[in-house]
């Protein structure tokens, strides 16, 4: 039986990893129109922009020979009743996954058969 809380809302944001983090945000800011977001408790790290109900998240990284993707990840927004549904479903599972809190939001993170982390959140 499918539990009825294991909802998805929508795509949430996705966080990229950036070479220049200003001017990246600048980028997106003057092409795309998204609007910088301020977590003041986040410091720089990441850099939100929101578009809509959807988000990015900017990664700065000084590697210049590869694509530093430790921090590269999509993320799905939920309830927060879908949320703990999510959080027992995977405690059920053979799969290893982790939890964060990251004010105001609280985070469940595993990753997909080819490496690419998946995030589910809600707002606290």
């Known amino acids: 039986m499918v539990n009825p809380d ?15 983090l200003e ?15 301020d977590f ?12 809509g109900s959807s988000m990015i998240a900017l990664f700065e990284s000084a ?13 799905f927004y939920v309830e927060s009743r879908s949320f703990e549904a999510f959080r027992e479903h995977f405690s ?14 609280q985070s469940l993170y595993l990753r997909d058969p080819d490496g690419y982390k998946v995030e589910i959140t809600t707002r606290t």
């Open 6 to 20: 294991l909802r998805m809302i929508g795509l949430d944001h996705v966080a990229i990893t950036v070479k220049q």
């Open 63 to 75: 590697r210049q020979d590869a694509w530093d993707t430790e921090h590269m990840h999509f993320a």
């Open 23 to 37: 001017v990246s945000v600048a980028w997106y800011h003057r092409v795309l129109k998204l609007e910088p977001m």
């Open 92 to 105: 059920a599972l053979p799969e290893p996954f982790t939890a964060e809190i990251h004010h105001p939001y």
């Open 40 to 51: 003041p408790e986040w410091g720089n790290r990441p850099f939100m922009l929101r578009g």
